[in-house]
């Protein structure tokens, strides 16, 4: 038994506290500032409308999502299509940009007619949440031991084994993403906004932006923790203990579907061309002039360049917190360890408006001004959100990882640290490459915590692009939204520069 | 019952070859062990005798017709009409024990009624009737081996394969469990190939024994 105060435990308690402090105090607070103010949130007719049309448009995309994502998890997946994996990259495309990017190329492609209003809100969401159906779906398939394939595979084809066997074993990772979706849809405003469809997100931030009502404000965005916790708590009632023994593994080449790939094919290309290929097509079509982007980065080069310093420098931080927290999950090295993964999980659903006004609410105030009114105050909104991600990536790693060969290097009598420096670390290499890479993403395209709580002047490309929207000429917009996707693309072409090194 | 067959089979993965120039022949009914020591390929063999792998070089005959050749699976697993027990038994732990049971038998087009009587005397036969509704892990070591078995054998397959199938058990399950293959034999007469690097269960089950080594 180690030592209460030992360098492990004060480390990893370390690591719940950056959480605590950054996503669960807010909240805390918030709910004390909030008492006292449901009166009017609740009697205000307007609000149960705009509460039903997030609920409607949540439903509707998550419905959409799960149509198209779970086909397409299966035929990339599970068949032997051709070019699959280029496939999965290019339908993955969207979740890497900010959903009012698509909206703004959809916008390009159709016009508003047809657009603006919940079809076209559904129709972007869709389209930009769908990857999570897919990849999810996709990792929970690849997931199942492939010897419980090919004892179907004796008796029954492949799509009997797939519907029988692997799809049943990987339904709880569909039903989480499922979950995800429904959730990051409700949070979502940018491009709801774009469209002129109003959800309940705006009712919370028009109290603080336009009112700068704190008390109505947070408790308007009380309903939307209520239906997180709520989502969160059914998935943890009806997926708990149904997650079975499942382990990284190759593929099982026998239970592979074999596809006469040609008509499937056309139909993805055309799919691909549509959904991903035709909108961000629109906004280079529109957007790719000289004039255009020499006055988009006039206007928001600065943004940009702070768009990528606080995304490397939150994944910088979140690299390292995600893998103690994944090593205090996985190893259950402290008490309320579970609290501690579902908290994250809860803060990662959690719409970025809610958590943005709980910052706002926590660190307004004389003493803490130095995180206020700086970039700190974004870095800290990043950590709370999605710290989940890097944790959730490191769990995957770490699990495959033996504990016994922690146990070797601490017979051999290394201390905790050096057995985290010299072993577990470069075991989970790939892991922390990942971790750091997504959450640098995610940060990249986030517009809802930076639109709240950058201090003036020191906004992001995704803010300043939100702010730019409300009365900018379309070629600009299009410009601006080809200077995401650059930015976007900065830190891929970095990790695919190291790939090739290492290769 | 069916013969099988290797005929100057090879196969590698990259390049280390598992499985270089091997012939055999199995006769139907006969009750054939493979041994040898850890990693010399004999997984890889049940592998490419179930269909899941197909050979670099040489062929695979059933009953005189080749299933796999060059490369290419003719005859998909599906189609072979054998049964395996696989070395982690990998049984569906979503499903209960009839229904692990019953997965074959419907891929087959068994009626209910049919898959009903099936499922009843197979797990009779394993003496494990009265864990029909159970699912497989709240079921012992030992169980947990005889459902694989009854899986492998619910759809009367012509030959049945077995990958170290005792070798996570103690001596007495063994013991009772090499007892239990040997009667299942005896009553269904099919073909069995039985991997295993233990002397003892070799001793118990063979009828015949090839050596497998290693390859180069």
Same mark, same amino acid.
């Given at each position: 038994?180690?030592?209460?105060?030992?360098?492990?435990?004060?480390?990893?308690?370390?690591?719940?506290?950056?959480?605590?402090?950054?996503?669960?105090?807010?909240?805390?607070?918030?709910?004390?500032?909030?008492?006292?103010?449901?009166? @009017?949130?609740? *009697?205000?007719a307007?609000?149960?409308?705009?509460?039903?049309n997030?609920?409607?448009?949540?439903?509707?995309?998550?419905a959409?999502?799960?149509?198209?994502?779970?086909?397409?998890?299966?035929?990339?997946?599970?068949?032997?299509?051709?070019?699959?994996?280029?496939?999965?990259?290019?339908?993955?495309?969207?979740?890497?940009?900010?959903?009012?990017?698509l909206?703004?190329?959809?916008?390009?492609?159709?016009?508003?007619?047809?657009?603006?209003?919940?079809?076209?809100?559904?129709?972007v969401l869709?389209?930009?949440?769908? @990857?999570?159906?897919?990849?999810?779906?996709?990792?929970?398939?690849?997931?199942?031991?492939?010897?419980?394939?090919?004892?179907?595979?004796?008796?029954?084809?492949?799509?009997?084994?797939l519907?029988?066997?692997?799809?049943?074993?990987?339904?709880p990772?569909?039903?989480?993403?499922?979950?995800?979706?429904?959730?990051?849809?409700?949070?979502?405003?940018?491009?709801?906004?774009?469209?002129?469809?109003?959800?309940?997100?705006?009712?919370?931030?028009?109290?603080?932006?336009?009112?700068?009502?704190?008390?109505?404000?947070?408790?308007?965005a009380?309903?939307?923790?209520?239906?997180?916790?709520?989502?969160? $708590?059914?998935?943890?009632?009806?997926?708990?203990g149904?997650?079975?023994?499942?382990?990284?593994?190759?593929?099982?080449?026998?239970?592979?579907?074999?596809?006469?790939?040609?008509? @499937?094919?056309?139909?993805?290309?055309?799919?691909?061309?549509?959904?991903?290929?035709?909108? &961000?097509?629109?906004?280079?079509?529109?957007?790719? *002039?000289?004039? /255009?982007?020499?006055?988009?980065?006039?206007?928001?080069?600065?943004?940009a360049?702070?768009? $990528?310093?606080? /995304?490397?420098?939150?994944?910088?931080? &979140?690299?390292?917190?995600?893998?103690?927290?994944?090593?205090?999950i996985?190893?259950?090295?402290? @008490?309320?360890?579970?609290?501690?993964?579902?908290?994250?999980?809860?803060?990662?659903?959690?719409?970025?408006?809610? $958590?943005?006004?709980?910052?706002?609410?926590?660190?307004?105030?004389?003493?803490?001004?130095?995180?206020?009114?700086?970039?700190?105050?974004?870095?800290?909104?990043?950590?709370?959100?999605?710290?989940?991600?890097?944790?959730? &990536?490191?769990?995957?790693?770490?699990?495959?990882?033996?504990?016994?060969?922690?146990?070797?290097?601490?017979?051999?009598?290394?201390?905790?640290?050096?057995?985290?420096?010299?072993?577990?670390?470069?075991?989970?290499?790939?892991?922390?490459?990942?971790?750091?890479?997504?959450?640098?993403?995610?940060?990249?395209?986030?517009?809802?915590?930076?639109?709240?709580?950058?201090?003036?002047?020191?906004?992001?490309?995704?803010?300043?692009?939100?702010?730019?929207?409300?009365?900018?000429?379309?070629?600009?917009?299009?410009?601006?939204?080809?200077?995401?996707?650059?930015?976007?693309?900065?830190?891929?072409?970095?990790?695919?520069?190291?790939?090739?090194?290492?290769? | 019952?069916?013969?099988?067959?290797?005929?100057?089979?090879?196969?590698?993965?990259?390049?280390?070859?598992?499985?270089?120039?091997?012939?055999?022949?199995? #006769?139907?009914g !006969?009750?054939?062990?493979?041994?040898?020591?850890?990693?010399?390929?004999?997984?890889?063999?049940?592998?490419?005798l179930?269909?899941?792998?197909?050979?670099?070089?040489?062929?695979?005959? =059933?009953?005189?017709? #080749?299933?796999?050749?060059q490369?290419?699976?003719?005859? !998909?697993?599906?189609?072979?009409?054998?049964g395996?027990?696989?070395?982690?038994?990998?049984?569906?732990?979503?499903?209960?024990?009839? !229904?692990?049971?019953?997965?074959?038998?419907?891929?087959?087009?068994?009626?209910?009624?049919?898959?009903?009587a099936?499922?009843?005397?197979?797990?009779?036969?394993?003496?494990?009737?009265?864990?029909? #509704?159970?699912?497989?892990?709240r079921?012992?070591?030992?169980? #947990?081996?005889?459902?694989?078995?009854?899986?492998?054998?619910?759809?009367?397959?012509?030959?049945?394969?077995?990958?170290?199938?005792?070798?996570?058990?103690?001596?007495?399950?063994?013991?009772?469990?090499?007892?239990?293959?040997?009667?299942?034999?005896?009553?269904?007469?099919?073909?069995?190939?039985?991997?295993?690097?233990s002397? !003892?269960?070799?001793?118990?089950?063979?009828?015949?024994? =090839?050596r497998?080594?290693?390859?180069?």
């Open positions: 038994m180690g030592r209460v105060l030992s360098a492990k435990n004060v480390t990893l308690a370390g690591a719940a506290a950056v959480l605590i402090v950054a996503g669960l105090l807010p909240l805390g607070v918030m709910g004390a500032k909030s008492l006292g103010h449901y009166g @009017p949130v609740l *009697s205000n307007r609000n149960w409308k705009l509460l039903a997030s609920l409607l448009l949540a439903g509707s995309t998550t959409v999502a799960a149509l198209a994502g779970v086909p397409l998890a299966i035929l990339f997946g599970k068949t032997n299509l051709p070019f699959r994996r280029l496939f999965a990259v290019l339908f993955s495309l969207p979740l890497l940009l900010p959903p009012y990017v909206a703004v190329g959809w916008f390009q492609v159709l016009g508003s007619s047809w657009l603006f209003g919940l079809p076209g809100c559904i129709l869709a389209s930009c949440y769908m @990857p999570v159906v897919m990849l999810l779906t996709m990792v929970y398939l690849r997931t199942v031991n492939p010897a419980l394939e090919e004892a179907g595979r004796l008796s029954a084809n492949g799509w009997r084994v519907t029988g066997i692997s799809l049943p074993l990987a339904a990772g569909v039903i989480l993403s499922l979950l995800l979706v429904f959730l990051l849809t409700l949070g979502e405003f940018g491009a709801t906004t774009f469209l002129r469809f109003d959800v309940f997100p705006v009712a919370s931030f028009t109290q603080f932006s336009a009112f700068y009502d704190f008390g109505a404000a947070t408790a308007a009380m309903p939307l923790v209520a239906i997180t916790l709520a989502g969160l $708590l059914v998935e943890r009632r009806f997926l708990h149904k997650t079975f023994a499942f382990r990284w593994a190759a593929p099982a080449e026998s239970s592979r579907i074999r596809l006469r790939a040609l008509g @499937p094919l056309l139909l993805l290309a055309v799919l691909a061309a549509m959904a991903v290929a035709l909108p &961000l097509s629109a906004i280079f079509w529109r957007g790719a *002039s000289p004039r /255009a982007l020499g006055d988009a980065f006039h206007r928001a080069g600065d943004s360049l702070r768009s $990528l310093l606080y /995304a490397v420098t939150a994944a910088t931080i &979140l690299t390292p917190l995600g893998f103690l927290l994944s090593y205090l996985h190893r259950r090295a402290l @008490p309320g360890w579970r609290l501690l993964d579902a908290l994250g999980l809860f803060l990662f659903t959690l719409p970025g408006t809610v $958590l943005g006004i709980g910052l706002i609410v926590l660190w307004n105030r004389p003493a803490t001004n130095w995180i206020y009114t700086t970039p700190l105050i974004v870095i800290a909104g990043f950590i709370a959100q999605y710290t989940a991600l890097s944790t959730r &990536l490191m769990l995957a790693g770490l699990s495959q990882v033996p504990v016994a060969m922690e146990e070797a290097a601490e017979l051999s009598g290394a201390g905790w640290v050096r057995r985290i420096w010299r072993i577990l670390a470069p075991l989970c290499r790939g892991s922390i490459g990942a971790a750091w890479i997504v959450t640098c993403l995610f940060c990249l395209r986030d517009s809802s915590l930076p639109l709240l709580l950058a201090p003036p002047g020191l906004d992001t490309l995704t803010a300043r692009t939100m702010t730019l929207m409300a009365n900018g000429a379309p070629d600009l917009i299009a410009a601006l939204c080809i200077l995401l996707v650059a930015v976007t693309a900065l830190p891929l072409a970095a990790l695919a520069f190291v790939w090739r090194r290492r290769a | 019952m069916t013969s099988l067959e290797f005929r100057r089979v090879s196969k590698r993965y990259g390049d280390r070859a598992v499985v270089s120039d091997l012939s055999f022949q199995i #006769q139907a !006969e009750r054939v062990v493979l041994h040898g020591p850890s990693g010399c390929g004999k997984t890889t063999v049940l592998r490419l179930a269909g899941f792998l197909a050979p670099d070089e040489g062929a695979v005959l =059933i009953d005189g017709t #080749q299933v796999a050749a490369g290419k699976v003719w005859v !998909e697993p599906e189609h072979r009409r054998l395996m027990v696989f070395q982690d038994l990998a049984l569906w732990p979503h499903l209960t024990v009839y !229904e692990n049971l019953e997965f074959g038998l419907k891929a087959a087009g068994l009626p209910s009624d049919a898959r009903r099936r499922i009843e005397d197979t797990l009779a036969r394993v003496r494990l009737s009265e864990c029909a #509704q159970a699912y497989p892990t079921l012992s070591g030992g169980q #947990q081996q005889r459902v694989a078995v009854a899986r492998a054998l619910a759809t009367r397959p012509l030959a049945l394969l077995m990958d170290e199938p005792l070798s996570n058990l103690d001596d007495e399950l063994q013991d009772e469990l090499c007892d239990q293959i040997l009667d299942l034999h005896a009553q269904l007469g099919f073909t069995l190939v039985y991997v295993t690097h002397k !003892e269960e070799m001793r118990r089950i063979a009828a015949r024994a =090839i497998i080594g290693f390859s180069r």
